[in-house]
């Protein structure tokens, strides 16, 4: 092969995250040293740990810094409208059961606009893999308030601090039903691939919380240093709990933050209760769609 069609993935000295990124798409819009990119870097280690498909995987993003995710990965997948990620995702899952659904998005897109999105999916139990990076502001559009700015904080809109109580996503995600809930920073790469790793494996309404720099507005404006400073005040303020009551995990300024896997439980999906509701009522009359892909069988 000539080296003029060496492509980025063909090249001897290819990085080892090609096979899972678009490399062609790179460079990345991402600040130095914000946090998105140590979370593509453990999802894609896990998918290649535990031998997924690439071909059965999908990723959908919201809008945002976050949200050109699934843009980047080389994975099919949607980028969505702003707070629409966990509702494509849910047609996507109907209609395509085979695959491993993923979505990938900012706290403002899946907390703020999305939010109803976020929570009913969780109830019904909808078979979704939610890796959700908080950065505790709206990094993309200028550093907005988000659900998640920490009381004193401050945030474009709120320049002399934040007084509105911020979402604790732990707590939102476990009671509104999900039944595998993990909150990690960007510093815990090793425990975070291992969570993404549980979480491929899983079944259900999966959330995996990712505490992540914003460097270039939520450190900027309140003064923090750059992204590699949050990541010392993550080493030296987080503890981890495994199996902690999700009730008391929320992140004051600068505060401690409670990591960990707190909810990893087994129940029925909204597959699993509709295919099982309609075969009870409708019995033979009943045609439940194909388990290896979206087409609806025949009736017999
Ligand atoms: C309907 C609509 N409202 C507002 C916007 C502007 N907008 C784009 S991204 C964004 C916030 C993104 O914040 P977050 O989800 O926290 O992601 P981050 O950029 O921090 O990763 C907003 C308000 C939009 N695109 N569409
Ligand atoms: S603005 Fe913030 S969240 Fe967006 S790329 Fe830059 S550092 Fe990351």
């Not at 550093?143 to 979402?167: C, H, I, L």
């Not at 400073?229 to 902690?244: K, M, T, V």
């Not at 960990?260 to 597959?271: A, N, S």
Request: aromatic fraction near 10%; glycine fraction near 10%.
């Amino acid at each position: 092969m000539s080296e003029a069609r060496q492509t980025a993935e063909t090249r001897p000295e290819a990085h080892p995250i090609s096979p899972y990124v678009r490399m062609d798409r790179m460079p990345h819009i991402w600040c130095p040293t914000c946090g998105i990119g140590t979370v593509v870097k453990c999802f894609a280690a896990a998918l290649e740990r535990t031998g997924t498909d690439l071909d059965k995987v999908a990723v959908c993003s919201g809008i945002g810094c976050t949200g050109r995710v699934a843009g980047y990965m080389k994975l099919d997948g949607f980028h969505s409208t702003h707070g629409r990620a966990v509702p494509f995702a849910t047609g996507l899952k109907l209609g395509r059961p085979e695959l491993l659904v993923t979505v990938f998005s900012g706290d403002g897109d899946l907390v703020g606009i999305g939010g109803n999105h976020f929570i009913h999916a969780a109830r019904r139990n909808m078979d979704l893999l939610i890796v959700l990076v908080n950065n505790f502001i709206y990094g993309m559009t200028g550093g907005q308030n988000a659900p998640t700015t920490p009381v004193n904080a401050r945030s474009s809109t709120m320049p002399f601090g934040n007084f509105e109580r911020p979402f604790s996503l732990p707590y939102l995600a476990a009671s509104s039903g999900a039944t595998y809930v993990a909150r990690w920073t960007c510093l815990h790469v090793r425990r975070l691939t291992k969570s993404f790793q549980e979480a491929i494996q899983r079944k259900g309404f999966r959330f995996v919380e990712v505490i992540a720099p914003c460097s270039t507005l939520y450190a900027r404006l309140n003064k923090l240093g750059s992204g590699y400073d949050l990541l010392q005040y993550y080493y030296e303020n987080s503890e981890i709990r495994h199996g902690a009551d999700t009730r008391n995990m929320d992140i004051d300024f600068q505060g401690p933050i409670v990591c960990g896997k707190f909810v990893d439980e087994e129940r029925p999906t909204f597959l699993d209760m509709m295919h099982d509701h309609y075969g009870r009522v409708l019995g033979d009359k009943y045609v439940p769609m194909s388990e290896e892909g979206g087409w609806i069988r025949a009736p017999d």
